[in-house]
């Protein structure tokens, strides 16, 4: 969840419901939000609390806690990435790419006999806040 005080604004959740007020002004009666704007807010809701993004971006609080369980069942499955049994030091070139929800990303070119030790790099992306 987010760290900061309950009456400041995130400029990413301030950014996305200015996306949000745009979208309500252009769209047609009866369309449907875009998927890429839930998408957002799912990872808004993710960080900052379901009930504060829900209400800030104007959006229903159910149907956005759904999106968030939804995403996170689905990142879940696809978390653990298997890489080849290979040792680096026979592999002529290697390019590794991390990307968290939030967009942060991560790229790790290996070339030759580079040993990294590509666990403690990965945990301190993920961990980083």
Not at 110 to 129: I, M, V, Y
């Amino acid at each position: 969840m987010g760290k900061c005080k309950r009456s400041e604004m995130p400029a990413s959740l301030s950014r996305l419901a200015r996306r949000f007020a745009a979208w309500r002004e252009r769209r047609v009666a009866g369309q449907r939000i875009p998927d890429s704007l839930w998408k957002s807010a799912a990872e808004m809701a993710a960080q900052h609390g379901v009930s504060r993004t829900a209400s800030v971006l104007k959006l229903d609080y159910y149907s956005l806690k759904k999106r968030v369980k939804d995403a996170s069942s689905s990142r879940t499955s696809s978390a653990f990435v298997e890489l080849p049994a290979v040792p680096l030091s026979m592999m002529s070139e290697c390019v590794i790419e991390w990307e968290d929800v939030a967009g942060a990303r991560m790229r790790v070119q290996l070339k030759g006999q580079n040993t990294l030790d590509l666990l403690a790099l990965s945990r301190s992306f993920w961990d980083a806040e």
